[in-house]
């Protein structure tokens, strides 16, 4: 079993190697979009701390920290990703959703994506439905503009 783990360490090493230091920052970086806040007009809110991956990766993520900010009872933060696919169509993440503060989430896609939907809700246990979500487009195009 060590030898398996030593063996696949030498070899990432050997081909890490012979990729420039700069093409391996950026390919492996993570970004950080920053938060997503359900809609406003209510007296609590879901929050989300937003990280991605590169657009390029073959499995696409959308990670963080999912916040529930609302003091009904019932209410809870919800979060949910739409894929759309350099192929075409879309494709949506499994719900997350969390009842108390900083829960930790992870939404992945089923292969190289163009473009992520990403939106936040609250969630209504009791009737078992979302609302006053909001959604923020993100594509590749609005981080390419970021300054480093």
Not at 20 to 38: F, N
Not at 100 to 113: C, V
Not at 123 to 129: F, I
């Given at each position: 079993?060590?030898?398996?783990?030593?063996?696949?360490?030498?070899?990432?090493f050997?081909?890490g190697?012979?990729?420039?230091?700069?093409?391996?920052?950026?390919?492996?970086?993570?970004?950080?979009?920053?938060?997503?806040?359900?809609?406003?007009?209510?007296?609590?809110?879901?929050?989300?701390?937003?990280?991605?991956?590169d657009?390029?990766?073959?499995?696409?993520?959308?990670?963080?920290?999912?916040?529930?900010?609302?003091?009904?009872?019932?209410?809870?933060?919800?979060?949910?990703?739409?894929?759309?696919?350099?192929?075409?169509?879309?494709g949506?993440?499994?719900?997350?959703s969390?009842?108390?503060?900083?829960?930790?989430?992870?939404?992945?896609?089923?292969?190289?994506?163009?473009?992520?939907?990403?939106?936040?809700?609250l969630?209504?246990?009791?009737?078992?439905?979302?609302?006053?979500?909001?959604?923020?487009?993100?594509?590749?195009?609005?981080?390419?503009?970021?300054?480093?």
């Open positions: 079993m060590r030898k398996t783990h030593v063996i696949g360490g030498l070899l990432a050997v081909i190697a012979g990729v420039p230091a700069s093409a391996q920052a950026a390919a492996t970086s993570p970004i950080h979009w920053g938060p997503v806040r359900s809609a406003a007009g209510h007296s609590g809110h879901a929050e989300a701390d937003v990280w991605i991956t657009f390029s990766a073959e499995t696409f993520a959308v990670y963080g920290k999912l916040d529930d900010r609302d003091s009904h009872r019932g209410h809870c933060a919800s979060i949910r990703a739409r894929f759309h696919y350099v192929g075409g169509g879309t949506w993440s499994l719900p997350r969390t009842c108390s503060a900083k829960s930790s989430f992870q939404l992945t896609s089923d292969g190289e994506i163009d473009r992520v939907d990403v939106r936040v809700c969630h209504d246990l009791g009737l078992r439905k979302t609302f006053r979500c909001h959604v923020d487009a993100i594509k590749p195009e609005i981080i390419a503009n970021w300054p480093q």
